[in-house]
């Protein structure tokens, strides 16, 4: 059974930095792409952040750019987003997700077939 369990979420003040976790297991996931979405309440799901498992190819939204960054560290079975100069803007629950092997968009959600429980990042002015 697949399974994406972030952690490292909180409360923080505008210009910290936070780094999220998030821990796979249940695959190989070679292949596969390691993304890194958000959510706040009645907004759509949103794409922050992506890396190929396999080949270390990294994707940004425009957004973070500069200020995130993901990484994965394959002997832990974990990925990784270290997010830095926080804005209020950034606040949502953050959500990891998997894409299998194939062509489809990494910065769409519905192209991720396994996703975590989500983290609450919330960052006050």
């Known amino acids: 059974q697949v399974q994406l369990v972030e952690s490292g979420g909180g409360l923080v003040q505008a210009g910290d930095s936070l780094r999220l976790s998030c821990t796979v297991s249940g695959s190989t996931f070679r292949g596969y792409v390691m993304g890194w979405f958000r959510q706040d309440p009645g907004k759509e799901r949103e794409f922050v952040a992506a890396?190929?498992?396999?080949?270390?190819?990294?994707y940004y939204t425009d957004s973070v750019k500069g200020r995130f960054t993901i990484s994965s560290d394959h002997f832990k079975d974990t990925v990784y987003l270290q997010m830095n100069r926080l804005e209020p803007g950034d606040t949502a629950v953050y959500y990891c997700a998997a894409r299998p092997p194939g062509d489809t968009a990494v910065d769409r959600s519905p192209s991720y077939i396994y996703w975590g429980q989500g983290t609450q990042v919330s960052v006050s002015s």
């Open positions: 890396q190929g498992w396999s080949t270390g190819t990294t």
